[in-house]
């Protein structure tokens, strides 16, 4: 399966800020996904990164909030804009190949907190 | 709506004592149930994959199995290692959304 690299792995914000977070994947992958995690929570699709077109977003997630970029098949990037409080959370990124028989595989994560 | 839900929220196990964690679904075209798991501070790893009812994968203390209402995470004689956060997630539509449940914190006490 893919290894993905995440980053920044932990970051504090001020509010009102902008962050952006990487991912990187070891190989081609056929979709890419970013996820957010509310402490003790489980995880919540946020988009389905397409690549050279925009992203899909889940129901409650915006583009202006939530701008994507994936200009490959291997990378993709995820911005909190305009950031506040609520915001506070760890930002997963997960790709999948053609089969789903090795699952989807995630990166480390991104521990955002916004003071 | 998919709906992925986990029982117990948490379990507290003696080092040793099996026991079985559940993972009931509701949603429309399944096209694989998966079981992650998740230690804090880092991502999910994946476990097994799950495609069609009375399918069965093991991987050392771990065994899934998978009904067409629910998936159980079998722990045989557990150890304090595998002491984590278990996600289960199910895969539907075309474009393989994933949909994931609460989780399991699992403890295992020496």
């Known amino acids: 399966s893919a290894v993905i690299s995440q980053k920044p792995s932990r970051d504090i914000c001020q509010r009102g800020t902008s962050l952006t977070i990487q991912c990187q994947v070891d190989s081609q992958v056929t979709m890419m996904f970013w996820y957010r995690q509310q402490p003790g929570q489980s995880l919540t699709l946020i988009a389905t990164a397409n690549q050279g077109s925009e992203a899909t977003y889940e129901s409650g997630f915006v583009i202006d909030k939530f701008p994507i970029s994936r200009p490959n098949l291997t990378f993709s990037t995820l911005t909190v804009s305009n950031m506040s409080p609520e915001d506070s959370s760890i930002y997963l990124c997960?790709?999948?190949?053609?089969?789903?028989?090795?699952?989807?595989?995630f990166g480390s994560g991104t521990r955002l907190t916004v003071v | 709506e998919d709906q992925v839900t986990q029982s117990p929220e948490a379990l507290r196990l003696q080092e040793g004592e099996s026991s079985s964690l559940n993972c009931s679904y509701t949603?429309?075209?399944?096209?694989?149930l998966f079981w992650y798991r998740q230690d804090p501070g880092k991502g999910p790893e994946f476990l097994f994959t799950?495609?069609?009812a009375g399918e069965e994968k093991e991987k050392e203390r771990l065994k899934a199995t998978l009904t067409k209402k629910e998936s159980f995470l079998h722990i045989t004689a557990p150890k304090p290692e595998d002491s984590a956060t278990y996600l289960c997630?199910?895969?539907?539509?075309?474009?393989?959304?994933?949909?994931f449940g609460t989780g399991t914190k699992l403890q295992v006490i020496p």
């Open positions: 997630a199910v895969v539907t539509g075309g474009y393989q959304k994933v949909t």
């Open positions: 799950l495609y069609s």
């Open positions: 949603v429309s075209g399944l096209r694989g």
């Open positions: 997960s790709a999948t190949g053609t089969a789903t028989n090795y699952g989807y595989t």
